[in-house]
């Protein structure tokens, strides 16, 4: 699995937009990128998956640049329930590598 | 619809004795396990996936052990706990495309 990057910890205020910028410059053909959320004592919750230029759902958008080698996850408008970690994976399409690596993600700060 | 149940939630320890967390998974057949450490602040370590009954790929050498007597049954144990077994230990179900997390349990040893 390709390795991932980002950074440890990040705050922001209510109601701004916040973007989480992950870098896997090995990414391969196949992977694709998903984002997980966890808040403290629950298990990691899937948030967002791309392969290539933006993707959009109820929570979040997913920014995948051309190249692939980055991807940022962006919260609209966050609230002070979005104080979570989010992770960034990059991984095989069809599964072929059953394994998932979960890098030490990034802790979002919401602050009034 | 898929359910992920673990138990128990809380479990509190003396170093030294043994361990069984169980994992189960309703909703569907001859899923993916997988079994997470979470140490305080600190990411998921995958301890322990499996693909099928008695199918158990470890990827951390520790004291602990994984078995799956059933389909939808995934259990983590160990004989002797040890001070650094403490975290919050996650079960999931799925695959790399998505996992499922189910409810954790939160160890201490003491």
């Known amino acids: 699995l390709a390795k991932t990057t980002q950074p440890i910890s990040m705050d922001s205020y209510e109601g701004q937009e916040v973007n989480i910028t992950c870098s896997h410059n090995?990414?391969?053909?196949?992977?694709?990128i998903t984002w997980y959320q966890q808040f403290p004592s629950q298990g990691p919750r899937f948030i967002i998956q791309?392969?290539?230029t933006k993707v959009t759902n109820e929570v979040a958008s997913l920014f995948i640049p051309a190249d692939r080698k980055s991807s940022t996850l962006s919260l609209p408008r966050v609230s002070l329930s979005d104080t979570a970690v989010y992770y960034c994976?990059?991984?095989?399409?069809?599964?072929?590598?059953?394994?998932?690596?979960f890098g030490k993600g990034t802790r979002l700060h919401i602050l009034p | 619809s898929q359910t992920i149940h673990q138990w128990p939630a809380t479990l509190v320890q003396p170093v030294g004795s043994p361990l069984s967390l169980e994992c189960t998974v309703e909703?569907?057949?001859?899923?993916?396990l997988y079994w997470y450490r979470q140490a305080a602040g600190r990411g998921l370590q995958l301890l322990f996936y499996s693909v099928g009954i008695g199918q158990i790929s470890s990827e951390v050498p520790q004291n602990l052990s994984a078995s799956r007597p059933q389909d939808r049954q995934f259990i983590l144990s160990s004989k002797k706990l040890l001070l650094s077994d403490s975290g919050f230990y996650l079960c999931?179900?799925?695959?790399?495309?998505?996992?499922?997390f189910g409810p954790g349990t939160r160890l201490t040893v003491t």
């Open positions: 994976l990059v991984g095989d399409v069809k599964g072929r590598d059953d394994k998932i690596i």
């Open positions: 999931a179900w799925g695959s790399w495309k998505q996992q499922y």
């Open positions: 791309g392969y290539k």
């Open positions: 909703g569907t057949s001859n899923p993916n």
């Open positions: 090995n990414i391969a053909t196949n992977d694709y």
